[in-house]
């Protein structure tokens, strides 16, 4: 593996469920959903024969377990491998990390939060474990746009999670430059934000969750890991169906409103998708990458696109111009270099044949 690709591993990837970590007990889903209208590729402008090569496409590589294609709302084509259904849930990995964006809009909306508090002030009983003052210069703003300064994953994933304390692991490590002068995708810095969250609300991301976002969304997720202290893994390891998975680039695609119902401000649906930092990032398919408020940014195929993306193939990718989504869950416990192939052969099926499917 080159420098550069070591490098554009440590920055996408979020990696391995841990498996000391606590879980909630998996529940059933909700008896009502979220209801996706079903079309045809024909219907709503699309190529049929085009979208049926991605289907064989995805179906031969063995590791994709589904693949959904909406424009304009409505599902145009849906299957699913590995004997997978519409009813599967599965670990979408740091697809989750774009949902906790919208629960950081939704808590700064109410005023429960704040982009430029800081970080350090919603651990006042890790205060004293600070070794880095750099630590106390850190803001919420700086964790959603991966500009903290937290080490990456590759060097500091494990170090946190295999801990007894994650809060208190990631507080008292050395950052590796100061914060909002560099961009280092870092999973340890979006579960402080879950941290913040749950101290500043005075309840659990999760019930933060359901009731804000969840539930108004029409969707379940059915299990969710957590540290040793009870806070929910921020950005990592909700489990969804793929067709709840997708209701969020829905959601984004109608400037936050779902149902008729405005459940994320215009306002930070919009920051959420501007580049935080540089936009010069080449990964396979995807030109002038960028990060936004945990949303991935750039060009694929030419077209502005944003996208949610999880370790292993886990993507929710929008082409707004299109009014497009393009919703795929894959084998997520593979190793980071696989998972950096996966993730790339998913992007490129996307690539070669969905975004080019669009002929109206």
């Known amino acids: 593996m080159n420098s550069l690709s070591k490098v554009l591993i440590v920055f996408i990837l979020a990696t391995f469920l841990v498996l000391s970590s606590c879980s909630d007990k998996p529940t059933e889903p909700e008896s009502t959903s979220f209801t996706w209208q079903i079309s045809t590729p024909e219907e709503l402008g699309l190529d049929g024969s085009m979208l049926n090569t991605a289907i064989s496409q995805a179906s031969s590589q063995g590791f994709i377990n589904s693949l959904i294609v909406i424009r304009n709302g409505k599902i145009a084509v849906e299957e699913y491998f590995n004997g997978r259904s519409k009813e599967s849930f599965q670990t979408v990995r740091s697809v989750s990390k774009s949902f906790l964006s919208a629960l950081i809009g939704i808590a700064v909306n109410k005023g429960i939060l704040h982009l430029d508090q800081k970080m350090i002030d919603s651990f006042p009983e890790h205060k004293s474990s600070v070794t880095d003052t750099n630590v106390n210069n850190i803001t919420l703003q700086h964790l959603i746009t991966m500009r903290s300064g937290i080490k990456g994953d590759e060097e500091f994933y494990f170090t946190f999670t295999q801990s007894s304390n994650w809060i208190k692991t990631i507080v008292q490590s050395q950052l590796e430059f100061q914060p909002g002068t560099h961009a280092l995708y870092a999973t340890a810095g979006t579960h402080l ?25 029409g969707i379940n997720v059915s299990d969710w890991s957590r540290d040793p202290q009870g806070i929910y893994f921020g950005g990592n390891d909700m489990f969804f169906t793929t067709r709840n998975m997708a209701v969020v680039g829905l959601l984004y695609l109608n400037n936050g409103n779902l149902n008729g119902k405005q459940i994320l401000p215009t306002e930070w649906v919009y920051n959420s998708l501007q580049y935080s930092g540089g936009s010069n990032i080449v990964w396979g398919r995807l030109t002038e990458g960028g990060y936004g408020y945990m949303w991935w940014l750039g060009k694929v195929s030419g077209e502005r696109v944003y996208f949610a993306l999880g370790h ?7 082409v707004p111009d299109y009014n497009l989504i393009a919703a795929v869950t894959s084998d997520p416990y593979v190793d980071w270099t696989t998972a950096d192939s996966h993730e790339r052969i998913v992007l490129q099926i996307i690539a070669d044949y969905i975004i080019p499917s669009v002929v109206d």
């Open 193 to 217: 934000v879950s941290g913040m969250l749950t101290k500043s609300s005075g309840i659990s991301t999760k019930s933060f969750a359901e009731r804000y976002l969840f539930n108004k969304m």
């Open 312 to 318: 292993g193939g886990q993507f929710v990718l929008c």
